[in-house]
């Protein structure tokens, strides 16, 4: 079986960090509760979307303008509280998400996908570079009908503007985010010299930065959330 290098620097990083060898239980968060939930600014919206290593999407999301909060976590299967562990077994169906709560008057949809697009390659199906597995599949979980409807748009106006081969991304409704254990949170922004985040996530936001420089926070602006 071919094991991801995700997969085994995050094994090695469990035996070497006492937070990672605490295993805190996901909590799941329904579609109805996400609409009532308290969040810091009003008139925040959530996107949920999976584009690989969650390490990787949430670093790029944090660092744009209209982001407000990054959660990583789990979406689109069938377990109850799933552990990492069982993601990463490729049995529960879920994917590693990103829940983006993000101001649509300074950041809109349409935008979150174009970095979307732009940031993970959503042609391979089930992986993302040595990241191999279900888990690691392309998705949009939208939460509402026009999200459902920018996202389909999306997918046209860009499978020949940026890619050669069909796009394979998923655009499901989104029923369930279970927030990931705590090591998982901000984890680039805390662990930015590790190996898997030198070789993977920091060449992805050389190339935000290069690419989407207006859509970026200021250095005094991006801390980790």
């Given at each position: 079986?071919?094991?991801?290098?995700?997969?085994?620097?995050?094994?090695?990083?469990?035996?070497?960090?006492a937070c990672a060898q605490q295993t805190s239980e996901s909590s799941p968060i329904t579609n109805s509760e996400q609409n009532s939930l308290d969040m810091d600014k009003p008139?925040?919206?959530?996107?949920?979307?999976?584009?690989?290593?969650?390490?990787?999407?949430?670093?790029?999301?944090?660092?744009?303008?209209?982001?407000?909060?990054?959660?990583?976590?789990?979406?689109?299967?069938?377990?109850?509280?799933?552990?990492?562990?069982?993601?990463?077994?490729?049995?529960?169906?879920?994917?590693?998400?990103?829940?983006?709560?993000?101001?649509?008057?300074?950041?809109?949809?349409?935008?979150?996908?174009?970095?979307?697009?732009?940031?993970?390659?959503?042609?391979?199906?089930?992986?993302?570079?040595?990241?191999?597995?279900?888990?690691?599949?392309?998705?949009?979980?939208?939460?509402?009908?026009?999200?459902?409807?920018?996202?389909?748009?999306?997918?046209?106006?860009?499978?020949?503007?940026?890619?050669?081969?069909?796009?394979?991304?998923?655009?499901?409704?989104?029923?369930?985010?279970?927030?990931?254990?705590?090591?998982?949170?901000?984890?680039?922004?805390?662990?930015?010299?590790?190996?898997?985040?030198?070789?993977?996530?920091?060449?992805?936001?050389?190339?935000?930065?290069?690419?989407?420089?207006?859509?970026?926070?200021?250095?005094?602006?991006?801390?980790?959330?």
């Open positions: 079986m071919k094991i991801s290098l995700h997969i085994i620097l995050f094994m090695t990083l469990m035996s070497l960090t008139g925040l919206e959530i996107a949920t979307l999976a584009g690989g290593c969650f390490w990787c999407v949430e670093a790029v999301y944090q660092d744009l303008k209209g982001v407000y909060k990054v959660e990583s976590g789990y979406s689109g299967g069938s377990t109850v509280n799933p552990t990492y562990r069982e993601i990463g077994s490729g049995t529960t169906g879920h994917a590693e998400v990103v829940q983006v709560h993000f101001d649509p008057a300074e950041i809109t949809f349409e935008e979150l996908l174009e970095v979307f697009w732009s940031t993970h390659d959503p042609t391979t199906l089930n992986r993302q570079g040595h990241d191999v597995g279900t888990q690691y599949r392309s998705a949009i979980f939208y939460h509402s009908d026009e999200q459902k409807e920018i996202a389909e748009r999306s997918i046209k106006e860009v499978a020949d503007l940026l890619w050669d081969d069909p796009i394979v991304t998923e655009v499901t409704p989104f029923k369930a985010f279970y927030l990931a254990e705590s090591y998982h949170q901000n984890y680039y922004s805390l662990n930015a010299s590790q190996p898997y985040c030198r070789a993977v996530i920091s060449p992805k936001m050389a190339k935000l930065r290069e690419k989407f420089a207006d859509k970026l926070k200021s250095n005094s602006d991006v801390k980790g959330q």
